[in-house]
């Protein structure tokens, strides 16, 4: 069992940068993909960002590429997700999220999930 929770969302101005954190506890945290998908008012969940095991393997969702950074410390069990000029549709809750299998885009292959931290980007 893996426990996740995530923070560092908040109000920040389009263009703006914030950086979230996904601190986890339970099972060797370097044993598994960490995930970072998205969901807007009234829209699907949507895949951001995912990061391998040791972290030698990243992907990204094309409308965030090179504006996202995934990260990870197995030190401290914590996955992270730097987001840089950021877009107004961009508001969202963020979730981070677990799985023991390899990089994955879909958010059913993923076993753990946090709560969600809420992003609002102002225009």
């Known amino acids: 069992q893996v426990q996740l929770v995530e923070s560092g969302g908040g109000l920040v101005q389009a263009g703006g940068s914030l950086r979230l954190s996904c601190a986890t506890s339970?099972?060797?945290?370097?044993?598994?993909?960490m995930g970072w998908f998205r969901q807007a008012p009234g829209k699907e969940r949507e895949f951001v960002a995912a990061?391998?095991?040791?972290?030698?393997?990243?992907y990204y969702a094309d409308s965030v590429k090179g504006r996202f950074t995934i990260s990870r410390d197995n030190v401290k069990n914590t996955a992270y997700l730097q987001m840089n000029t950021l877009k107004p549709e961009e508001t969202a809750v963020y979730y981070c999220?677990?799985?023991?299998?390899?990089?994955?885009?879909?958010?059913?292959?993923?076993?753990?999930w946090g709560q969600g931290t809420q992003v609002t980007v102002s225009s």
């Open positions: 999220a677990a799985t023991s299998r390899w990089v994955r885009v879909e958010g059913s292959e993923y076993e753990y």
């Open positions: 339970g099972r060797a945290f370097n044993t598994y993909t």
């Open positions: 990061i391998s095991w040791r972290g030698g393997t990243t």
